[in-house]
């Protein structure tokens, strides 16, 4: 029986999310791979405001006992492999977790080629023959002799190790006045030259640029996006505490490889929040493209292109099984909660896509 606690709030956030990332074109692939390929940082800056903006509200309603941060814990051959070859895999998919998930909601057939490769790797390194990779007690990615803590056995973040846990209030409190003022100075410069021209705001232009029109500006995009993140962490610490199921604020791997594993046992514990987030973000986006007049059912034209994506989603779903979480799952929720494993995963994810590119990258 499908749980609507669960339910409802996953599809809902999901849609919104699924909008959110089609709008605002949000994908970490494009934003790794233009720093040294075509040395633009429009969507690279789009990521790291969401993830300051999240950082910044996770620990706010961390300090006022609203949710509990549960930073995903250290193991490090996983993170290190694991977010080396999602990097790969993710340029080889053209598209990161969310990326190619948004974009089979446009219609994109290479994106659903990815996102197929995606869960099955994910689901057979989770759950089917890959798995001893991940949980073989002596040469597992994930297995306990490699998992590295705190003092106190708790996973490991940048705040027991340097300590910053001792001095909440003050180290939080330059945080977010270092940050306020960021945005405050965005939001500024984005209403300046409005008020130079002597404009008015046009509600019509307004709704024509949120529904339609080009991409969102990325300021708008990873405010967007870090609200989001805020809000899921608020929904799953509502939905573990009243014992509906154990729940990451945004993770796709792990919902592809739910609604696989429900499709293949028909089990309902295998229909957790992160398997509702997903089929919404599809919907969202595919929402949101029809508005657009986005839709369109393509596929490249090289079938060789096709078979590369789905190699790159594949390679996708293993590496997040073995980093412990997808692209999202770790740079958008982990890293703002200075959880050391998730920082080291997205620096290789980074290193994987720039390694995949670097022969491009020459000719450039």
């Not at 490769?117 to 040469?139: A, F, K, Q, R």
């Not at 590295?148 to 001095?167: K, R, Y």
């Not at 079938?303 to 590369?308: D, M, N, P, S």
Request: hydrophobic residues 50%.
């Amino acid at each position: 029986m499908i749980d609507l606690l669960t339910a409802f709030p996953g599809i809902s956030l999901g849609i919104i999310l699924g909008f959110v990332l089609q709008r605002g074109r949000f994908c970490m692939n494009s934003a790794f791979r233009d720093i040294p390929v075509f040395k633009d940082y429009t969507l690279l800056k789009a990521v790291v405001l969401a993830v300051v903006f999240e950082m910044i509200i996770f620990h706010l309603l961390a300090l006022m006992d609203i949710v509990s941060l549960s930073p995903p814990e250290l193991f490090w051959p996983g993170a290190i492999i694991g977010g080396f070859l999602f990097g790969i895999g993710m340029a080889f998919a053209a598209g990161c977790a969310s990326g190619t998930t948004y974009r089979v909601g446009e219609g994109m057939m290479g994106s659903l080629m990815a996102l197929l490769g995606l869960i099955i790797g994910g689901y057979t390194t989770e759950n089917g023959i890959l798995s001893v990779l991940v949980n073989n007690p002596d040469l597992g990615l994930r297995s306990t002799q490699f998992r590295i803590a705190a003092a106190d056995g708790s996973s490991l973040t940048l705040g027991n190790v340097f300590g910053t846990s001792l001095t909440p209030i003050l180290t939080w409190g330059i945080v977010i006045l270092l940050t306020g003022a960021s945005i405050i100075l965005l939001v500024w410069k984005a209403y300046l030259p409005w008020k130079k021209k002597g404009n008015k705001i046009d509600r019509n232009h307004l709704l024509e640029r949120i529904f339609k029109g080009g991409g969102w500006k990325w300021w708008i995009t990873g405010i967007a996006i870090g609200l989001i993140g805020s809000i899921a962490i608020i929904c799953t610490t509502v939905i573990v505490e009243m014992g509906s199921c154990n729940a990451y604020p945004l993770g796709f791997i792990g919902g592809w490889n739910g609604l696989l594993g429900y499709i293949i046992t028909g089990a309902d514990t295998a229909l957790s929040w992160s398997v509702f987030l997903v089929i919404g973000v599809v919907m969202g986006a595919f929402i949101a493209a029809n508005i657009a007049g986005e839709f369109k059912l393509r596929a490249p034209k090289d079938g060789k292109v096709l078979f590369l994506q789905f190699v790159g989603g594949t390679m996708m779903g293993i590496g997040a099984v073995f980093a412990g979480g997808c692209n999202i799952s770790n740079t958008l929720i982990g890293v703002p909660q200075l959880s050391v494993a998730s920082i080291i995963t997205t620096i290789f994810i980074i290193l994987g896509v720039w390694v995949k590119n670097y022969s491009y990258w020459l000719e450039k």
